[in-house]
């Protein structure tokens, strides 16, 4: 990874993910277009690049030894 952030900037990042998703009051439902008009917005799109690259780096892991990742689907 070329661009990598630095500890303080990943520390950063999770402290307002957390403080995000720990927020009180009703989250906002999304449908599909919902869905679909918020990626017009480039700080969404940003974020959705950004998740699909975690993921992609999570699954190209092999489990710790010793355990197994829980299969979600059949």
């Given amino acids: ?14 402290n307002a993910s957390l403080e995000t998703l720990q927020a009180p009051g009703p989250r906002a439902r999304v449908g599909m277009f919902g869905a679909m008009r918020a990626l017009r917005d480039p700080e969404v799109q940003e974020g959705v690049g950004l998740l699909l690259e975690l993921l992609r780096q999570v699954a190209s892991r092999p489990p710790p030894a010793g355990r197994a990742f829980v299969a979600l689907l059949p």
């Fill in 1 to 14: 990874m070329g661009n990598a952030p630095d500890a303080p900037e990943v520390v950063a990042l999770a």
